[in-house]
């Protein structure tokens, strides 16, 4: 995992002052960061087209454009001129050294976005919602150069943004980058060092971007086991019985070594799930809420859910339902709750009578967690989303490697499964949500049917063969 800073402005600042570098050499670095990029991707003589702002973004850009002349058929666009010392100076020096000027905007097999970078405040206007128009029309490979032109400060869209296939963020991965709302123009992030390591240029941070690489399966080593080694997993199975046999399929292909579904009246679940009409007295984790409705009385719920210390995931129904979201006023307790925008909603206004809308949730989603983990710092949260957000006593991680395969409907039960197994088994909240997430977001990019086709139960599938795929 990645820290991730709300603003790298702090950051520059140390190094100007603790390691005597200069701007001008942080603009060095940022631009080769690219460069290097385009070298091991494009050949020698391709077309690059290199859009540049008034400020030091723009500056970046112009630095890019002289470090490929010569080697690449640069065009440089400056369309409103340039106003920053920095951009002037590096102006000067590409005019010195011949780099081409573009008079009109065309194709070429690179576009450049260096117009705005990290701290726009404001919308664009309509001159340059004209460019990015022209620029999002042609084909050639599209970079933003440290932020889409059109993406603000916190990650929201002007009327009109740069759609780049990829982000080459500047010294360190930046929160605007992973609001849900920015995600389909940002494309992938890269990040481009500054002359230190991101070791030496980044200070503390209580956010981090999970990586591939984070995920840690529940993979069995030891030889000498039985099932009751490995947990025991019950679920609450509603007038929706399809959540909770889906969730209870998910928490047993995840290691669980027994599941259970505790059910209100008789159902026909496979095979290898077991059913209860009350919680086992062995059961080391629970998970309620998926298909819930109104199956279970208040005394069977004060019985086996608040009067139970034992971890619990707390998903979809539950939070329309006063009783169970007194769980969460149990401190000592492991507790998940895994929202989506519009659950939040109803678990938000039950719990402080403060009304938000999905669009505000959407809009504010660092902010709507982080007063979430205030309230209740001792609570995991998932809000789910194109970037899951997850966060647990002051500290969250972005985990942005899920895909639209799984905006189907199921994707959260086979979630929600997964985590209360690892719950069952022995995994902390935070860990439980964070592992859980991961394999969900690999299981469903390693789906190799059409986008729009998967199951829950392809989903299922998938995770079983992550172990062999990891």
Request: charged share 20%.
């Amino acid at each position: 995992m990645q820290k991730v800073f709300k603003s790298c402005y702090d950051l520059d600042k140390k190094c100007y002052e603790q390691y005597g570098l200069t701007e001008d050499i942080l603009m060095e670095h940022a631009a080769r960061g690219m460069a290097e990029y385009i070298q091991n991707k494009f050949d020698s003589g391709s077309t690059v087209l290199v859009v540049s702002g008034v400020g030091n973004n723009g500056a970046d850009g112009i630095v890019l454009a002289r470090q490929l002349h010569g080697a690449y058929d640069v065009k440089l666009s400056v369309p409103f001129g340039v106003k920053s010392e920095m951009a002037k100076l590096q102006l000067q020096r590409a005019d010195e050294l011949g780099v081409k000027k573009a008079t009109e905007l065309h194709d070429a097999d690179v576009i450049i976005d260096a117009v705005f970078g990290a701290g726009l405040n404001r919308d664009i206007d309509e001159e340059v919602q004209h460019i990015l128009h022209q620029l999002n029309s042609f084909k050639g490979h599209k970079i933003a150069c440290d932020m889409p032109t059109g993406v603000n400060e916190t990650g929201q869209l002007s009327p009109m943004a740069f759609k780049a296939d990829v982000t080459i963020t500047m010294g360190a991965y930046k929160e605007a980058l992973y609001l849900d709302e920015s995600k389909d123009v940002v494309g992938n992030i890269i990040r481009a060092d500054l002359g230190v390591s991101s070791k030496q240029y980044e200070n503390d941070s209580r956010t981090f971007v999970l990586e591939h690489s984070d995920l840690s399966l529940p993979s069995r080593a030891a030889c000498s086991t039985h099932k009751g080694d490995f947990g025991h997993a019950a679920i609450f199975c509603g007038e929706k019985e399809g959540a909770g046999i889906i969730a209870g399929t998910a928490a047993s292909r995840f290691g669980a070594g027994l599941t259970t579904l505790v059910v209100h009246e008789k159902i026909s679940p496979p095979a290898y799930l077991m059913h209860s009409t009350v919680v086992p007295d062995t059961a080391s984790a629970i998970a309620i809420g998926m298909g819930l409705g109104g199956h279970f009385d208040s005394e069977f719920l004060q019985k086996y859910v608040i009067e139970s210390h034992i971890p619990i995931v707390l998903d979809a129904d539950s939070f329309y339902h006063d009783e169970i979201l007194a769980v969460l006023e149990q401190k000592e307790r492991e507790i998940v709750v895994t929202p989506h925008p519009k659950e939040f909603v109803a678990l938000w206004k039950r719990l402080t009578g403060e009304n938000l809308t999905v669009s505000e949730i959407q809009a504010k989603r660092f902010e709507v967690v982080r007063k979430f983990n205030t309230k209740y710092p001792h609570v995991t949260l998932l809000l789910k989303g194109a970037n899951t957000l997850i966060m647990q006593e002051e500290r969250l991680y972005i985990n942005p490697l899920g895909c639209s395969k799984l905006s189907k409907g199921g994707s959260g039960d086979v979630l929600s499964g997964l985590i209360v197994s690892l719950l069952a088994q022995g995994y902390s909240a935070i860990d439980a949500a964070i592992q859980a997430s991961l394999a969900l977001v690999t299981a469903a990019n390693h789906y190799e049917g059409s986008t729009y086709a998967m199951l829950p139960t392809d989903l299922i599938e998938e995770v079983e063969r992550l172990e062999v795929a990891h």
